[in-house]
Nanobody, 124 residues
Framework: VQLQASGGGLVQDGGSLRLSCTASRRTSSNNGMGWFRQAPGKEREFVASINWRGDNTGYADNIHGRFTISRDNAKNTVYLQMNSLKPEDTAVYYC??????????????????WGQGALVTVSS
């Protein structure tokens, strides 16, 4: 399955953005969907994940309720609504798909499919 992320951009401190990630098709490969990010000079880290039905989600501790992950299976699309953005949220954001129907596992290696990344820059 191929993933296409969009919605990145430049926003001021405290602003909002919504990222989208559309899968090329519905398969068992994208039961679980996740968002990760990688800041310059840092390792890629877990942000949020969601199961197939969308009734189970997981978030990184440092998100503190500012981000919301959701999905629309009719459109093969997962979203990441990001509010109250901070300069430290600046990173390339990647969506990922997993055959595991989980929303609680933050490990990168359960996601074999990755999108190309969307750059989010938060200015102070």
């Amino acid at each position: 399955v191929q993933l296409q992320a969009s919605g990145g951009g430049l926003v001021q401190d405290g602003g909002s953005l919504r990222l989208s990630c559309t899968a090329s098709r519905r398969t068992s490969s994208n039961n679980g969907m996740g968002w990760f990010r990688q800041a310059p000079g840092k390792e890629r880290e877990f942000v949020a994940s969601i199961n197939w039905r969308g009734d189970n989600t997981g978030y990184a501790d440092n998100i503190h309720g500012r981000f919301t992950i959701s999905r629309d299976n009719a459109k093969n699309t997962v979203y990441l609504q990001m509010n109250s953005l901070k300069p430290e949220d600046t990173a390339v954001y990647y969506c990922a798909a997993s055959p595991l129907n989980t929303a609680r596992d933050p490990r990168l290696n359960i996601y074999p499919y990755w999108g190309q990344g969307a750059l989010v820059t938060v200015s102070s």
